[in-house]
Nanobody
Framework: QVQLVESGGDSVQAGGSLRLSCTAS????????MTWFRQTPGKEREVVAT???????KYADSVKGRFTVSQDNARDSLFLQMNSLKPEDTAMYYC????????????????????WGAGTQVTVSS
């Protein structure tokens, strides 16, 4: 099993920055993919950024150049550095983890994940 706890959400003005953290516990081999999602009421959940166990990252077009996903060396913490925030970034942000790598090939960019955190709210005002 894997437990995930997000933190760092806050209310900021447009143009500001936030750093989200996700603390992971449980078996590391169950966290070969770690991903940030976001969701606003009435909208589908959106993949924001993923990072594979070897550090390969991928971003949604809407956040490229503004957000950076990273993890610590022990892969017990996942981070999302968010710069140049826009009102449309307002959402509940979730951390997710799962095992989606086979023979070195990972499929982390996906909607369905096995383990989820409870989320942290980010609100960006104009």
């Amino acid at each position: 099993q894997v437990q995930l706890v997000e933190s760092g959400g806050d209310s900021v003005q447009a143009g500001g920055s936030l750093r989200l953290s996700c603390t992971a516990s449980g078996y590391p081999y169950l966290r070969s993919c770690m991903t940030w999602f976001r969701q606003t009421p009435g909208k589908e959940r959106e993949v924001v950024a993923t990072i594979e166990r070897l550090g390969v990252t991928k971003y949604a077009d809407s956040v490229k150049g503004r957000f950076t996903v990273s993890q610590d060396n022990a892969r017990d913490s996942l981070f999302l550095q968010m710069n140049s925030l826009k009102p449309e970034d307002t959402a509940m942000y979730y951390c997710a983890a799962g095992v989606y790598c086979t023979k070195g090939v990972c499929s982390c960019w996906r909607q369905e994940y096995e383990f989820w955190g409870a989320g942290t709210q980010v609100t960006v005002s104009s």
